[in-house]
Every structure is written in structure tokens, then in C-alpha cells.
């Protein structure tokens, strides 16, 4: 088959990699120029780790990564442990990688790069045209195909996924700074300070960039998405101030923000495709399922779709490939946007009611067995199978 892949990013670049070992003709677009990963750091838990395993890229990904053994969550002005989600031992096989986009990136632009996927960059999509059931895509200024299949990769903003997502309220801004010297903080722990759910600031170990060998960290504001203008026009010693109010452990790093350029907005919206393909055509990662990052599922569920779509069109026909795909990965992604629907308001939203059932009522009972265990199988991504009928 002819097969188009619009998006090179984390599942654009994943399912490309993984037919690169296939008779079917590939074409890799993008909007971007060169490639240029915006934000800061994410986590690859256990299961994506997997995939980029099948792909060729753990091993890049883990000699830039941090892993990380614990997510730990205080609130700011009690000090209560809100959140204590344990992956195994420090140093055990079990972790969540903290990575820089940047690095997760290269990783896997260099794995598929072994396998001779190429890019073709400045081509901005802007929707595709069906004719005797192939695709013509439409490209600022140019068309390319017929393809017998164009796979979705184009993220949040896709323009070709027809998914209407609800914007949620709180977005976050993110910036990537050095690791302190000075910190008593763990390099191996995400933490988290939250004053109710209008108020959080969290520091995530990502390990090292490209072309910079000190360790770097990612640090995250919560903010309301329509604060950001309001925010920028602040100066920001006011903001480093308030942010050091919250969490003083912090200080060394926040103090590295001199401007607000350093950090980047990010806006969260919800939403899932019921049937995520058409006639040619499938979306995977975001332009299939969108959430806030609050659950760090996003880059997984992105590599996990990709893998089950490799898996499908490896063994079916065309169109059996793809309700095959959707069959497999849906209860997963069902499930997880369920979780994160319902965990995100406890932590960023203007509710009273809710961050007290958090500290109150689901702090305490997370202790309490068999919660623990559940908990860490949310966050490892394994508390239903990844794929339904697919071994990874
Ligand atoms: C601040 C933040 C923190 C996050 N933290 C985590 C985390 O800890 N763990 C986790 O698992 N997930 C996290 N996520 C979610 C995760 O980043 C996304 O779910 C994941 O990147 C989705 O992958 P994707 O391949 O679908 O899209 P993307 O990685 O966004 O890639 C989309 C690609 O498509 C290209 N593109 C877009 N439009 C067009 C067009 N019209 N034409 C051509 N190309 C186009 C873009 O240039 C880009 O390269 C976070 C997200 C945010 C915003």
C-alpha cells in the first residue's frame, strides 16, 4: 500500500518506525521545517517503555532519561501527603522515565532513522480529499497521493481527526531547568505542592538534553487557561515569588526563571473518537484521545496505539486492520480517559469540595491495601491491557 503518515511526532515517528520493516511505500509529512519538539519534559511509563524497546529507541531514551521510582504529592500549607504512588524499589526494573521532549525526540528520529524512514518536512496538512477510495491529501500549496491509507498523527490540533474536545479550564506553563546542587530534593521522584486545586507546582527529573550533559529538570505551574495573557503581562518576580511561597524547597529552582519566555504555555482539552478510522483513514495518539497530562498517559497511549496499528496491518487486510486496531486498543483508552476525567478536577480545577475529598477522603484510603497496588498499575498504564488480543 501507499501509505501517508501526517505528524512527526511521538506517534507519527513510532508508527513509521515500526512499518519500516514492511513492503508498504511510507511517506512521513510534517508542518515543521526542521524538527523542533516544543515543551519540556513528559514521563514514558513501563508500558511505552516497551515500545520504544520494539522500535530500537530504549536504549537512547534511557542514557537521557531519569527514572523516577515515586510520585509524591504534598499539600503546600498543612503538609499533608496527598499523593505517594511507588513504581518498586529505587533502582528495581520498574520506573516512569522522565525525558525532555527534545531527547525522547532524538531517540526516536534516530531509531527510525536506522531503519531509513525519511521526513518530508514544510508540509503543513490541511485535510484530504476521498476519491475511489484513496486519499489525495492537501498541503499549503500542494497536493501528494492517492494514498490507500493516511494514519493521523497530528496531534492535538489535527486537521484532519473529526473529534470535538471540551477545553478544560486549567492549563499549565512548563519550563526546563538545570538540577541544583544545592536541592535535598530526589532525583528519582516527581513531587508535586498543591494549595486546593487552583494552586500546584511540580519538579520532574528529566536527565539530560541532546547536546548538554547536566541534569535537567522540568518545572510545571497550574494556571487557568484564560490567565496566561494576565500572567505574561505580570512581571515575573511576582509569579517566582508566589511560586516560592508554595513550595520553598523550590526556590533554586524557580529562581533559574528570570524570564517569561523561558516558560511554555500549555492548554489541555478532553475528548475521544467513539470510531477512531474511516474508509483510508485512522487517527492514533492525540488526534484520537485527548486528556489532561495529570495521569502522564499521553506519549504512552500515543506509542501504544502505534504498535497496535503496526500489529494490525501487519496481519489484515486494509479494513479488517483497522476495526482490529480500534477493537484493541479501545477498553484501554476507554478506561484511562475515564481516570483521567475524573482525577484532573481534584487537582486542577476552582472546586472547594473536591481537593478536600482529595486530602480527606482518597489520600487516607490510597494507603490502604489492595489501593496502593491499583494505583501504581493506573500509573504504570497497566491496569487493563495495553492491547486486547496483541502480546507486546
Ligand atoms: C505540558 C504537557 C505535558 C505532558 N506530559 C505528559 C507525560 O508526562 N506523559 C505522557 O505520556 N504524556 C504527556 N503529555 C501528552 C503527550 O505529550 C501527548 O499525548 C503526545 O505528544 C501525543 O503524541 P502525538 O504523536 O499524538 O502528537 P504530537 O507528539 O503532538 O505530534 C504531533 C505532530 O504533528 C505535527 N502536526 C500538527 N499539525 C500538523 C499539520 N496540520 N500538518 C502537518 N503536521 C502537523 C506537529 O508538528 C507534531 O510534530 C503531555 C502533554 C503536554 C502538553
Not at 12 to 32: K, P, R, S, V, W
Not at 138 to 159: M, Q, R, Y
Not at 199 to 210: A, E
Request: charged share 15%.
Amino acid at each position: 500500500m501507499k501509505i501517508a503518515i501526517t505528524g512527526c511526532g511521538i506517534g507519527g515517528l513510532a508508527i513509521a518506525n515500526l512499518l519500516a520493516d514492511t513492503d508498504h511505500e511510507i511517506t512521513l509529512y510534517d508542518q515543521f521545517d526542521t524538527p523542533a519538539p516544543v515543551g519540556s519534559g513528559l514521563v514514558i511509563q513501563p508500558v511505552g517503555l516497551r515500545v520504544l524497546e520494539k522500535m530500537g529507541a530504549a536504549e537512547d531514551a534511557l542514557a537521557y532519561g531519569a527514572a523516577g521510582y515515586q510520585m509524591l504529592g504534598h499539600e503546600s500549607h498543612t503538609g499533608r501527603k496527598v499523593l505517594d504512588v511507588s513504581y518498586g524499589p529505587n533502582g528495581g526494573n520498574s520506573f516512569g522515565l522522565g525525558i525532555h521532549r527534545a531527547s525522547l525526540f532524538e531517540a526516536l528520529l534516530n531509531a527510525s532513522q536506522r531503519k531509513g524512514v525519511s521526513i518530508t518536512t514544510a508540509s503543513r496538512v490541511t485535510g484530504t480529499t476521498l476519491l475511489n477510495r484513496k486519499h489525495t491529501l492537501d498541503l499549503t500549496g500542494k497536493t501528494a497521493g492517492p494514498f490507500d491509507l493516511v494514519i493521523d498523527a497530528s496531534g492535538a490540533k489535527s486537521p484532519l481527526s473529526p473529534m470535538t474536545a471540551k477545553p478544560l479550564p486549567y492549563g499549565a506553563i512548563w519550563g526546563t531547568v538545570d538540577w541544583p546542587e544545592t536541592t535535598s530534593l530526589s532525583y528519582s521522584r516527581l513531587q508535586q505542592r498543591y494549595r486546593r486545586a487552583s494552586n500546584m507546582i511540580g519538579i520532574l527529573p528529566i536527565g539530560t538534553l541532546p547536546n548538554d550533559n547536566s541534569p535537567k529538570a522540568a518545572l510545571f505551574w497550574s494556571m487557568p487557561r484564560n490567565d496566561f495573557t494576565l500572567w505574561e503581562n505580570t512581571p515575573i518576580d511576582e509569579w517566582r515569588k508566589g511560586a516560592i511561597g508554595l513550595w520553598s524547597e523550590l526556590a533554586p529552582f524557580v529562581e533559574q526563571i528570570q524570564s517569561h519566555s523561558q516558560m511554555t504555555h500549555a492548554r489541555y482539552s478532553h475528548g475521544t473518537l467513539r470510531k477512531p478510522y474511516s474508509q483510508g483513514l485512522v487517527h492514533i495518539g492525540d488526534a484520537a484521545h485527548r486528556a489532561s497530562p495529570q495521569l502522564g498517559q499521553g506519549a504512552n497511549m500515543a506509542l501504544l496505539d502505534a504498535y497496535a496499528l503496526a500489529h494490525c496491518l501487519k496481519h489484515y487486510a486494509l479494513e479488517q486492520a483497522l476495526a482490529e486496531y480500534h477493537k484493541s486498543r479501545k477498553r484501554h483508552v476507554k478506561i484511562y480517559q475515564a481516570m483521567s476525567w475524573m482525577f484532573t478536577p481534584m487537582y486542577q480545577s476552582d472546586s472547594r469540595i473536591l481537593p478536600i475529598l482529595r486530602d480527606w477522603l482518597l489520600a487516607p484510603s490510597s494507603t490502604v491495601p489492595p489501593a496502593p497496588k491499583i494505583l501504581t498499575s493506573l500509573v504504570k498504564g497497566t491496569m487493563v491491557s495495553p492491547h486486547r488480543g496483541i502480546d507486546i
